[in-house]
């Protein structure tokens, strides 16, 4: 009997060559609709589907291959006595390989303007069944979802005139994989329509970024994946224009880096190390912003992450390329900024869109055996219900460090205090088991700097020895959410030292 194989699919890259293939080999090809016109128009013999079934393509095609005819041949147990008889019984023959890709569910509602009809009309139904009956019977039957695999299937097919059960096996778990993402997609989209913020159940996909070439540690194996469909505002989406692979620990901090420069509507320029800034600067331009996070701490900024909200100039460049760097992430580079950069091997440049309204919905984290999910900590210093709880108010210049230092301190590892005047960090006390601790750090990098400064705090003082530090160091301004139980103590302080302090009611732990 003449060896069959349906072909089906959406994305017709290098489907002509293969079909040709097979129909050299001696296979009988089956398609459908756009697949059967484009292999007919370029000299294939194609039998039609619906010459198979004896049924013809309905309700504009949604229905076409849920059929026995079809599902009784890519489910068959070739070589089993009760399978054979039955399918002589209804006339079925088998199919020995199947080539299907899915409608472009994921392609259609990344359009920012689709529809929910288009959206829906763009779920495939016929094609996940043939899919998944295929793979699950892949002991007889060779399932091709990916064109990459074309190659291999036709090498093994011209070798021994079959594929192996290893190949097979291997295709169909690409396969489950693929339609378990493909679904995922779908009922994310759905879920969205509802308004679910914590259904039942949750499926994420994602898909292969990069192979790293180690993760955390050298004897530790890591990849990286992205969310399709993911904020464009991400590492996950960034553009690469020069130098070595990303590691583990780059992508870590480079995310880290971006979340702290979103922060930002003016220039700001943002230095990471180990998932904590260590430099943050703003200013009037680009240059100016850059050369205070420099400034804000110019020993551990050596092998770091830079992160810029603005075009990176030939100034700005050079600056950057006197000091070793690991990844410097901006939305462009001028073509003079590139040509000082690039002279420097190792160096990675990365672009990202600058874009605010495209956002994730939810962060997640995954721990042993399980997820957290959570809304990003997009709360900023304009949500919040500030109230100047001493007897002085802050100055102006004051209310412009405080804000910074609100900006920075929801992005350093908890117990976390900042320490900033009104254009760059001081000092950054982080991970600390407690706050005082945190602080002191913070204000011993600040030094003389300190006096006349501000201090944030991402959670509320739990007695007063924090505030007594920030008014020994020369502190002026404090900011933290309030809600101790102790509260009056730090005012009592703080008025005592004629500290500004203001509470926002809202922590920002980060863990």
């Given at each position: 009997?003449k060896?069959?194989?349906?072909?089906?699919?959406?994305?017709?890259?290098?489907?002509?060559?293969?079909?040709?293939?097979?129909?050299?080999?001696?296979?009988?090809?089956?398609?459908?609709?756009?697949?059967?016109?484009?292999?007919?128009?370029?000299?294939?013999?194609?039998?039609?589907?619906?010459?198979v079934?004896?049924?013809?393509?309905?309700?504009?095609g949604?229905?076409?291959?849920?059929?026995?005819?079809?599902?009784?041949?890519?489910?068959?147990?070739q070589?089993?006595?009760?399978?054979?008889?039955?399918?002589?019984e209804?006339?079925?023959q088998?199919?020995?390989?199947?080539c299907?890709?899915?409608?472009?569910f994921?392609?259609?509602?990344s359009k920012?303007?689709?529809s929910?009809?288009?959206?829906?009309?763009?779920?495939?139904?016929?094609?996940?069944?043939?899919?998944?009956?295929?793979?699950?019977?892949?002991a007889y039957?060779?399932?091709?979802?990916?064109?990459?695999?074309?190659?291999?299937?036709?090498?093994?097919?011209?070798?021994d005139?079959?594929t192996t059960?290893e190949?097979?096996?291997?295709?169909?778990a690409?396969?489950?994989r693929?339609?378990?993402a493909?679904?995922?997609?779908i009922?994310?989209?759905?879920?969205?329509l509802?308004?679910?913020?914590?259904?039942?159940?949750?499926?994420?996909?994602?898909?292969?970024?990069?192979?790293?070439?180690?993760g955390?540690?050298?004897?530790?194996?890591a990849a990286?994946?992205?969310?399709?469909l993911?904020?464009?505002?991400?590492?996950?989406y960034?553009?690469?224009?020069h130098?070595?692979e990303?590691?583990?620990?780059n992508?870590?901090?480079a995310n880290a880096?971006?979340q702290?420069?979103?922060e930002?509507?003016?220039?700001?320029?943002?230095?990471?190390?180990?998932?904590?800034?260590?430099?943050?600067?703003?200013?009037t331009?680009?240059?100016?912003?850059?050369?205070?996070?420099?400034?804000?701490?110019?020993?551990s900024?050596?092998?770091?992450?830079?992160?810029?909200?603005?075009?990176?100039?030939?100034?700005?460049?050079?600056?950057?390329?006197?000091?070793?760097?690991?990844?410097?992430?901006?939305?462009?580079?001028?073509?003079?900024?590139?040509e000082?950069?690039?002279?420097?091997?190792d160096?990675?440049?990365?672009?990202?869109?600058?874009?605010?309204?495209?956002?994730d919905?939810?962060?997640?984290v995954?721990?042993?055996?399980?997820?957290?999910?959570?809304?990003?900590?997009?709360?900023?210093f304009?949500?919040?219900d500030?109230?100047?709880?001493?007897?002085?108010?802050p100055t102006?210049v004051?209310?412009?460090?405080m804000?910074?230092?609100?900006?920075?301190?929801?992005?350093?590892?908890?117990?976390?205090?900042?320490?900033?005047?009104?254009?760059?960090?001081?000092?950054?006390?982080?991970?600390q088991?407690?706050?005082?601790?945190?602080?002191n750090?913070?204000?011993t990098?600040?030094?003389?700097?300190?006096?006349?400064?501000a201090?944030?705090?991402?959670?509320?003082?739990?007695m007063?020895?924090?505030?007594?530090?920030?008014a020994k160091a020369?502190?002026?301004?404090?900011?933290?959410?309030?809600?101790?139980?102790k509260?009056?103590?730090?005012?009592?302080k703080?008025n005592?030292?004629?500290?500004?302090?203001?509470f926002?009611?809202?922590?920002h732990?980060?863990?």
């Open positions: 009997m060896k069959r194989a349906l072909l089906s699919v959406s994305d017709k890259s290098g489907l002509l060559e293969f079909a040709q293939a097979l129909e050299g080999l001696g296979f009988e090809l089956l398609s459908t609709g756009g697949t059967m016109k484009h292999l007919k128009d370029n000299g294939v013999a194609v039998t039609a589907v619906d010459e079934t004896g049924f013809p393509e309905i309700m504009e949604r229905v076409k291959t849920l059929n026995p005819m079809i599902h009784g041949g890519l489910l068959a147990k070589d089993d006595l009760a399978h054979q008889a039955q399918m002589k209804h006339g079925i088998p199919i020995d390989i199947v299907v890709n899915l409608y472009p994921k392609e259609t509602i920012p303007d689709v929910v009809d288009d959206a829906i009309e763009n779920i495939d139904i016929g094609g996940p069944a043939m899919l998944r009956a295929s793979a699950k019977n892949h039957v060779t399932v091709i979802v990916d064109a990459a695999d074309y190659e291999n299937v036709l090498s093994e097919l011209t070798a005139g079959k059960l190949t097979r096996r291997k295709l169909a690409k396969v489950f693929h339609t378990a493909y679904d995922a997609l009922a994310g989209f759905i879920t969205d509802t308004g679910e913020e914590f259904p039942e159940q949750v499926t994420y996909t994602y898909e292969l970024k990069q192979q790293l070439r180690y955390e540690n050298p004897h530790q194996k990286f994946y992205s969310r399709p993911g904020s464009d505002f991400s590492i996950a960034a553009n690469q224009l130098g070595k990303l590691s583990y620990n992508i870590q901090d880096a971006i702290i420069v979103k930002f509507d003016k220039a700001a320029a943002v230095a990471v190390k180990h998932m904590n800034p260590c430099g943050v600067g703003t200013g331009t680009i240059f100016d912003a850059f050369t205070k996070a420099y400034e804000a701490d110019s020993m900024i050596f092998g770091g992450i830079v992160a810029l909200n603005r075009e990176v100039d030939a100034a700005t460049a050079e600056k950057l390329a006197g000091i070793f760097l690991e990844i410097i992430i901006a939305p462009s580079f001028s073509d003079e900024a590139l000082v950069l690039t002279r420097k091997k160096i990675r440049l990365l672009t990202i869109l600058f874009d605010q309204n495209n956002k919905k939810w962060n997640t995954s721990v042993e055996g399980g997820l957290l999910m959570q809304e990003p900590d997009a709360y900023g304009a949500d919040a500030i109230r100047v709880a001493t007897d002085r108010e102006e004051e209310w412009e460090a804000k910074l230092g609100w900006a920075v301190v929801k992005h350093v590892k908890s117990n976390a205090i900042v320490v900033t005047d009104d254009h760059m960090t001081l000092g950054v006390g982080a991970g088991m407690n706050r005082v601790g945190a602080a750090i913070a204000l990098q600040a030094g003389e700097r300190a006096k006349g400064a201090l944030a705090s991402d959670a509320f003082f739990p007063d020895d924090t505030v007594e530090a920030a020369g502190i002026t301004a404090i900011i933290q959410p309030g809600g101790s139980k509260d009056a103590d730090s005012i009592k703080a005592e030292y004629g500290i500004a302090m203001v926002t009611g809202v922590r732990f980060k863990h």
